[in-house]
C-alpha cells in the first residue's frame, strides 16, 4: 500500500496536457478490481453525470465504502488523511480559486486528528470542531512538490504574504482547500456526491478520473502542509483522466 516514489504528480500534468486531443465520451471509468490491498479503496467504477445543474461525483469499489478511516495519533502534526477522489479539468476559478491555481479535485475525505470544515457540524452533537473523522467533502487544488516526494503532489500552499482568491466556504487553513458542506452518501460500495454549479456549462468537456489515497499532514506542521503520500488505487491504471462529460 505505501509508495514512497510517488508518479501521481507527473502523471496527472501529463494528462492534463492531452486532455485537449478528440477523446470518446466516457461518463464512468470501469477499472481493474482486486488491484488495491484494501477492498474500501479498491475501485470498480468512477463516474461524473450531469443531471440539471447538477455534477453527481460516484465511486464504487469492491468492498464496503467507508469503512476503513485513519486511526488516531492525538495530535495534528503526521496525522492521516484518508479520501475518494476525483481529479477534473474544471478550472480551479469556477469553484472559488484563482484562474489556473493548479488541478482540481473533488475529495471525501475522513481525519481523526483535526476538523477542517468549522461551518458544519457532521456529527450532530452541537460541536463543529470535533468531527473530522465522519466522511465529508472538500475541494482541493493541487500541484506536484518534491518537498511531498519525488513525483508526488500536495495541496497548494498559500504564502503568508499573499491573499489569493478563496471559496467563501474557505476553512481558513493555509492551503486551497475548500469545505462546501455537500454530504457524502456511502451505501454500501459506492461514494456518491451532488454538486451544484450556478452555470453548468463551465464544466463542458470535462475530464475526470478516480483515485483511492492517503495524505499526511506534514510533521512540521508548515508548507507543505499537506501532501499526498499513498496512493491506493487509480481508476485508470494510468491516470489518463479517460472520463468525459459534455453537458
Given at each position: 500500500m505505501r509508495n514512497s516514489n510517488l508518479r501521481l504528480g507527473s502523471l496527472l500534468i501529463a494528462a492534463l496536457a492531452v486532455t485537449s486531443a478528440p477523446s470518446i465520451r466516457a461518463d464512468t471509468i470501469n477499472a481493474t478490481a482486486n488491484d488495491a490491498e484494501l477492498a474500501a479503496f479498491d475501485i470498480v467504477t468512477a463516474s461524473i453525470s450531469i443531471e440539471n445543474n447538477t455534477a453527481i461525483f460516484n465511486m464504487a469499489v469492491s468492498g464496503a465504502a467507508g469503512t476503513s478511516t485513519p486511526a488516531a495519533s492525538g495530535k495534528l502534526a503526521g496525522s492521516e488523511v484518508f479520501s475518494y477522489?476525483?481529479?477534473?479539468?474544471?478550472?480551479?476559478?469556477?469553484?472559488?480559486?484563482?484562474?489556473?491555481?493548479?488541478?482540481?479535485?473533488?475529495?471525501?475525505?475522513?481525519?481523526?486528528?483535526?476538523?477542517?470544515?468549522?461551518?458544519?457540524?457532521?456529527?450532530?452533537?452541537?460541536?463543529?470542531?470535533?468531527?473530522?473523522?465522519?466522511?465529508?467533502?472538500?475541494?482541493?487544488?493541487?500541484?506536484?512538490?518534491?518537498?511531498?516526494?519525488?513525483?508526488?503532489?500536495g495541496v497548494v500552499d498559500i504564502p503568508a504574504d499573499s491573499q489569493p482568491r478563496l471559496p467563501k466556504t474557505w476553512p481558513g487553513l493555509p492551503i486551497l482547500l475548500d469545505s462546501p458542506g455537500w454530504d457524502p452518501l456511502i451505501v454500501g460500495d459506492e461514494?456518491?456526491?451532488?454538486?451544484?454549479?450556478?452555470?453548468?456549462?463551465?464544466?463542458?468537456?470535462?475530464?475526470?478520473?478516480?483515485?483511492?489515497?492517503?495524505?499526511?499532514?506534514?510533521e512540521s506542521v508548515h508548507a507543505p502542509l499537506l501532501c499526498v503520500v499513498d496512493v491506493f488505487d487509480v481508476a485508470s491504471g494510468d491516470l489518463s483522466l479517460p472520463g468525459k462529460i459534455s453537458p
Open positions: 477522489v476525483w481529479p477534473t479539468t474544471i478550472n480551479s476559478y469556477e469553484v472559488g480559486f484563482e484562474q489556473d491555481a493548479g488541478i482540481l479535485a473533488l475529495a471525501v475525505t475522513s481525519h481523526a486528528d483535526f476538523d477542517d470544515t468549522p461551518l458544519y457540524d457532521e456529527n450532530g452533537d452541537s460541536d463543529p470542531g470535533n468531527d473530522g473523522e465522519v466522511w465529508h467533502s472538500h475541494w482541493v487544488v493541487l500541484q506536484p512538490n518534491e518537498s511531498c516526494g519525488p513525483g508526488a503532489l461514494v456518491t456526491i451532488r454538486v451544484p454549479f450556478d452555470n453548468i456549462a463551465s464544466i463542458s468537456d470535462m475530464s475526470f478520473d478516480g483515485v483511492t489515497a492517503g495524505l499526511r499532514v506534514n
